[in-house]
């Protein structure tokens, strides 16, 4: 049964150029390749804010720096928004993700599947490529389930989902069994709250294992 993506999802994916008889590596972008919390602390603290290293979640851990009060869940998310409006720029790459990928891409096709507001689609593409990560860009909205589920219907090829979420994980592991999929996580200070995600099939916080998890897949797949 086919699997619906949103719609302003679909429009994006309608218009990729997919070889069929490539393997395919869909990742995420924040703290995958590009290390978020470290810029968003930042931010935070040049806005009176600061983040409580507690648990994997931004809401109920920032909290104002003048009285230690939290900040609604409203009002996270309105700080996220003024971030990737004026700071998305100081997003520094992930160690080792450019060159894993550039060795990963004469196997496979890659494509950086995020959960990003479209308005900030194209700068984050030019962000991803000025550090070496070429790749095309989809904007995601909600589950990665379905997208991912679009990309397994029409490939019959090895299919590898990457991120950090591991509520992600769970989607895709529903609508997209097939997929090998990565739990990974960048921020050391994050990646301490989790083990692996339930729904995943392997827990790697470097692009080095995660590039020798693929390349042995693939190989053991005869690809």
Known sequence: MMISTH????????????????PLILCDADEVLLAFMAAFERFLHSCGYYYMWR??????????????????KGQVRGLIEEFYADHAATLAPVAGAAEALERLS???????????????LEARQHQLAGHGLPYPVISNIGSKGP???????????PLYFIDDSPRHHSSVARDAERAVRI??????????????????HYRTD?????????ERDLAAKGY
């Open 7 to 22: 719609p302003n999802v679909g429009d994006q994916l309608a218009m990729l150029d997919l070889d069929p008889a490539k």
């Open 55 to 72: 648990s994997y979640a931004l809401d109920g851990n920032v909290r104002r720096r003048a009285d230690g009060s939290e900040v609604s």
């Open 106 to 120: 004469t196997r496979v096709g890659i494509i950086v599947l995020t959960n990003l507001w479209r308005e900030h």
């Open 147 to 157: 997208p991912v589920a679009w990309f397994a219907e029409r490939l019959q090829t």
């Open 183 to 200: 739990h990974f996580v960048a921020e050391r200070r994050l990646s301490g709250f989790l083990g692996p995600a339930a729904d995943s």
């Open 206 to 214: 470097t692009w080095t294992s995660a590039r020798q998890v693929i």
